[in-house]
């Protein structure tokens, strides 16, 4: 089976830096990726790794270890907005494994 | 606007029913997903189907059938509805099997009385 394991709730400050961390066993690994989602919405895709390294999209950043099966989340700059939910997902073949996600909560 | 469109948003009907859900997609991708997300919110993949061609088909009861029509279009039909298949039915698509992040409508929100 496949096992993404991830914290459950987390809380930060507004303007404060987050990480999320993301570990994972997988039979097969073609990427990982990171999506937002607000409560009673879609996922939305906001970063993507397949090599080892840091990926940086504007307030947000990504990082991968293959050989550690682990990545991490940082958001910076926290804002308000940023309340959600983030989910971590390994691509295993073509299908991607959810782990059960981080609730973030920003607080003033 | 540029989108994957799922309806009904929300469905509410009585256990022993069978009832479908449409999903399109107007991004020009080739693969298309069915995911279920229950009260944990917990994501899981459901099927796959690349160019209308069934790709995935994880451990779903067979009352659950996809259908793809054309490589724009990937509907779920559910038969003998039962209560715990009260969640939120995702449909997602992405450029290919193995290219480009998978994106997401906005969900059928199912509930089964």
């Known amino acids: 089976g496949q096992n993404i394991d991830q914290p459950t709730e987390m809380t930060a400050t507004e303007g404060a830096i987050v990480q999320i961390n993301c570990t994972y066993q997988t039979s097969g690994f073609n990427g990982l990726f990171w999506y937002q989602q607000h409560a009673g919405e879609a996922p939305t895709f906001l970063s993507y790794?397949?090599?080892?390294g840091l990926e940086e999209k504007g307030r947000f950043s990504s990082f991968l270890s293959r050989s550690k099966g682990y990545s991490y989340l940082l958001l910076k700059e926290l804002q308000m907005k940023d309340s959600a939910s983030y989910l971590c997902a390994v691509r295993v073949g073509y299908a991607l494994n959810f782990g059960k996600g981080t609730s973030l909560l920003v607080t003033p | 606007d540029t989108a994957v469109s799922q309806t009904p948003k929300y469905l509410v009907t009585q256990m022993g029913n069978d009832k479908s859900i449409k999903c399109e997609q107007n991004l020009g991708h080739d693969t298309m997903y069915w995911y279920k997300q229950d009260s944990k919110k917990f994501l899981k993949i459901m099927f796959s189907?690349?160019?209308?061609?069934?790709?995935i088909n994880e451990t779903v009861p067979n009352r659950f059938s996809p259908k793809s029509p054309d490589k724009a279009h990937l509907n779920l039909h559910i038969n003998s509805l039962e209560l715990g298949d009260s969640a939120v039915y995702f449909c997602a698509s992405s450029l290919s099997q193995t290219l480009g992040p998978q994106h997401f409508g906005d969900g059928t929100r199912l509930s089964i009385l």
């Open positions: 189907y690349n160019n209308k061609e069934l790709i």
């Open positions: 790794n397949v090599l080892d």
